[in-house]
């Protein structure tokens, strides 16, 4: 149980498009979806925090008209990377938690390449 | 200060050695901790979870805690190759499960 899946696991885009990113909870619902962004060797930065059907709630520093989030579903949520640019490029994972669990179950990543 | 130091290693051992990765913290407001092993470019799996202090097996691993110590870890015993990963230590504070702390990471390394 608790699976979270990732689409695309790894997308090239070229500078100023914009990239759409899902994660998914295939066998519970995730009424909390979490995306993180990692670099290399790094730890997780936590990014912003969505509850289905609400607003998602972005960690300081983290453009929200840049990184848009949408979580229309208990077992979906969209991030959408805006005008990308080479900066961008990252490791973009997603994590979920059902209501009244006490942990995230973590997606497998996206990796994103901007050219 | 960071909330939760981790050493990032590298940690080589010999297959069939005693592993003991570590962590601190320092929010004593923290009661819930979690391991999760991340192997290259792949997504956290979680591999254990303990509730305040004591200790949890399961299969290979141990997890321990000491809260008066402030301290963590995880224990893999007859390591092998297949558990050469990165290991995350995370915590979060009772009844704020949005709000997870993670380590940096110890990068380890089983060798045949």
Redesign the interface.
């Known amino acids: 149980g608790a699976v979270v899946s990732q689409h695309p696991s790894w997308v090239i885009c070229k500078s100023g498009t914009s990239v759409k990113i899902e994660c998914r909870s295939l066998d519970f619902q995730a009424t909390t979806m979490f995306w993180y962004r990692q670099f290399p060797k790094q730890s997780l930065m936590l990014m912003a925090t969505s509850n289905e059907g609400s607003k998602a709630t972005y960690e300081q520093g983290v453009e929200k008209d840049k990184f848009l989030i949408n979580h229309a579903s208990l077992t979906l949520s969209t991030l959408t990377v805006t005008s990308a640019h080479p900066e961008d490029s990252s490791f973009y994972i997603c994590s979920a938690r059902d209501f009244g669990e006490d942990t995230q179950y973590f997606g497998p990543g996206t990796r994103l390449t901007v050219l | 200060q960071k909330e939760v130091e981790q050493d990032?290693g590298p940690l080589s051992v010999p297959e069939g050695a005693i592993v003991s990765l570590n962590c601190t913290y320092s929010n004593s407001a923290f009661q819930?901790f979690?391991w999760?092993r991340q192997y290259s470019?792949?997504?956290?799996?979680?591999l254990m979870?303990t509730?305040s202090s004591g200790n949890k097996e399961d299969g290979r691993f141990t997890a321990q805690v000491d809260k008066s110590s402030k301290y963590i870890s995880l224990f893999i015993r007859d390591s092998q190759p297949s558990d050469s990963a990165t290991y995350?230590c995370a915590m979060?504070a009772s009844g704020n499960?949005?709000k997870?702390y993670?380590?940096?990471?110890t990068?380890l390394n089983v060798k045949p």
Not at chain 2, 102 to 105: D, H, K, N, R, W
């Open positions: 990032p819930y979690m999760y470019r792949k997504g956290p799996e979680l979870y509730y995350l979060s499960f949005n997870f993670f380590g940096s990471g990068k």
